[in-house]
């Protein structure tokens, strides 16, 4: 049963947000706008620009400001511009025709030099959720994302956290990755009844803490 899908990374996320718990695990998110972009890089000096609605790593964009200038990287393609008013009128142009959310960079904890994330799928068996896969995803050289159609490389949960985190309990992190899981279940249960199947999109960053990047109803 795959139960109901939900597209929307904007009302996944405001659901986790309610709960006190979760919260602080979700990166700063904002509807895109030039306001809202030009005080989100001054506040993280970089951030992720990507579609309310998407996967896989489509359409995904990459801002950095480094004193003055402005990077933007988009696919494996970097470009600099002199001001936030070139920069923003650049990703206009590249950005595909749907609506964008930007999301607080995070500093991702590497495996020589790429970066690594973690998909957990949660599945709905009768009225039991259970754990059917835990992975971590190593970027592709050069790329900022990890997804396998983009590239990336599967290694299990442990030998990634192990490779990219040696000073961090990867025990410890797992089953903090599991009960984070659960909880964010229950809530978009709540929010979203008859939903059957979940992809959870973690990142820790360099000093190991867990981030939530979005929750897939779909997921690959």
Request: aromatic share 8%; glycine share 10%.
């Amino acid at each position: 049963m795959g139960g109901r899908q939900l597209a929307s990374k904007w009302l996944k996320t405001q659901a986790l947000l309610t709960d006190p718990k979760v919260a602080p695990y979700i990166p700063q998110t904002r509807e895109l706008s030039m306001e809202n972009l030009r005080k989100m890089i001054r506040a993280h000096g970089f951030v992720v620009v990507k579609p309310v609605v998407g996967g896989g790593g489509y359409g995904v964009i990459k801002v950095a400001r480094s004193g003055a200038r402005y990077s933007m990287t988009h696919s494996s393609k970097t470009s600099h511009y002199g001001s936030f008013h070139d920069m923003y009128h650049a990703l206009l142009r590249v950005k595909v025709k749907r609506k964008y959310l930007i999301q607080k960079g995070i500093h991702l904890a590497r495996i020589r030099g790429r970066p690594i994330d973690y998909r957990v799928k949660y599945v709905k068996n009768g009225e039991h959720w259970e754990f059917r896969a835990m992975v971590g995803r190593l970027a592709r050289s050069g790329l900022f994302v990890t997804n396998l159609c983009k590239g990336g490389n599967l290694l299990s949960c442990k030998e990634g956290l192990r490779r990219s985190l040696p000073h961090v309990s990867s025990t410890a992190k797992r089953h903090e990755m599991r009960q984070l899981t659960r909880q964010c279940t229950a809530i978009l249960e709540r929010h979203f009844p008859g939903i059957g199947k979940l992809g959870f999109d973690y990142g820790l960053d360099q000093e190991g803490r867990i981030w939530i990047f979005e929750v897939n109803t779909r997921p690959q």
